[in-house]
Structure formats: structure tokens, C-alpha cells
């Protein structure tokens, strides 16, 4: 995305705790932060030419605190991944579901509050993985890695389909495929997930792809006008 330049962020909840006390020598002290940052969570950690590079590591990788203002002001990037702390992450291990929901309702309502922002903006609302909380399914046999327990994908936008549910088989990368379709991007590297056709299935059975391995774009849960 630098060198198509669009912009971007990685808001990675409590990075600004995390900044200044990187391994956690004040974690559970008493009158300290919490630093309950995810380092591993962030998907640029070792990506050197952002990490390594301070004047591009502060433009994109910041606070949620950030996320806040950028809402507020209107100032937004046009492609923003968020990340929760391990307090609200919903994690059984750390967090509960509810805290998680709270944190991402905070997020969907400060968007909304801001009608310029709102008018043309999608929020994608997943988990990493399952961590107790996950349903039975078709998985599809996509790569050497095989694909995870199916998790829930919340769609929020004014360009949804109300009420609809999609049965097209798609994972995290699916959400990467839509940031390459929306910005007409090339995929990542000729061999990664990103490749894979969308899902073509039979009339009985709507989960499995036929062409495997496939999965969506996800560009079939919205009414974008003009969507081709």
C-alpha cells in the first residue's frame, strides 16, 4: 500500500504503553498501566522497511487512542486495521466476549457519529482464531497450512445487505482480496492466499467450492453502486 499510495494504519491497542516499557517491567504493578499490547499480533512487526524505519513505523503504526482522533477529525486512512489490547480481545485466557464487543461498539458508533466518514466506510469485525468460541463447518483444504475453525465476520456498513447472512467460503486473506479488488491492487506475491479464484459452487451445497481452493472477495455482501 506505501508504494500505491494509499494510505494506511495499524492501530494496535495500548502501542503507546507498549513504546515505553517494551518488556513489560511495570506489567500488574500496582498504580502502573496494563500493558497488554500484542507485538505478535501486529502483522508489520517484521516487515523492516516499516519497523526498522522511524519517520514510517510513527506515521502507520499507532494507539488506539489515535484511532479516536482520526475518527473525530474526519482524517481517517482509507485502509485501518485495530487490534485490542488482551483486556478486551475476548480472549477466554485474558478477556470476555462482552468487553470485546464493547470495544468494537465503541469503534462502529464513534464512525457513525461522523457522517462524512460514515457515508463511505466499511468495518470488518473478526477474531484471529476460534479460543472456545467457534462453530462446526466445511473447511477447506486451501494450502500446506489447511485453513482454521470457522469464526464469525461481522460486516458494518451503509452498503450492506441487511439481514444477509453469505455462505461464500472465505478467511482472514479474504479481507486482503477486498482491499486489492476495492484499490486495484496486484496480490501480494504470486503464490499467496490472494491468488486463490473466488468460490464457484454447486446449487446443493453452497459451502464448498467446487474450484477449490477459492475464496471470496467478499464484494457479494455489499450494494456498492456501479459494483462490478
Not at 515505553?20 to 505478535?40: F, R, S, V
Not at 470485546?100 to 458508533?109: L, Y
Not at 450492506?160 to 484499490?183: M, P
Not at 467450492?209 to 477459492?214: D, G, K, L
Request: charged share 20%; hydrophobic share 35%.
Amino acid at each position: 500500500m506505501l508504494n500505491a499510495k494509499i494510505s494506511w494504519k495499524y492501530y494496535g491497542d495500548q502501542w503507546n504503553n507498549y513504546v515505553n516499557d517494551p518488556y513489560q517491567l511495570n506489567y500488574g504493578a500496582i498504580g502502573k498501566d496494563t500493558d497488554e499490547y500484542c507485538n505478535i499480533c501486529n502483522p508489520f512487526q517484521y516487515d523492516t522497511s516499516i519497523m526498522a524505519d522511524a519517520s514510517i513505523r510513527n506515521a502507520h503504526i499507532q494507539d488506539t487512542a489515535n484511532l479516536y482522533e482520526d475518527i473525530k477529525n474526519g482524517t481517517l486512512p482509507a485502509v485501518s486495521f485495530v487490534k485490542p489490547s488482551g483486556l478486551v480481545d475476548g480472549h477466554p485466557a485474558s478477556s470476555k466476549l462482552d468487553l470485546f464487543e464493547g470495544f468494537t461498539k465503541k469503534i462502529v458508533d464513534e464512525v457513525k457519529k461522523n457522517p462524512r466518514l460514515w457515508k463511505d466506510t466499511a468495518i470488518f469485525i473478526t477474531f484471529d482464531e476460534g479460543g472456545g468460541y467457534y462453530d462446526s463447518g466445511y473447511v477447506q483444504p486451501l494450502d500446506f497450512f489447511g485453513d482454521g475453525t470457522r469464526i464469525p465476520l461481522l460486516v458494518v456498513s451503509p452498503y450492506t445487505k441487511a439481514g444477509h447472512i453469505s455462505h461464500e467460503y472465505s478467511d482472514h486473506v479474504s479481507i486482503l482480496k477486498f482491499i486489492e479488488r476495492n484499490w486495484g491492487l496486484d496480490t501480494v506475491t504470486r503464490r499467496s492466499r490472494d491468488n486463490f479464484p473466488n468460490p464457484v459452487t454447486a446449487a446443493d451445497n453452497p459451502y464448498a467450492p467446487v474450484n477449490s481452493p477459492a475464496i471470496d472477495d467478499l464484494f457479494s455482501l455489499f450494494d456498492f453502486p456501479n459494483n462490478d
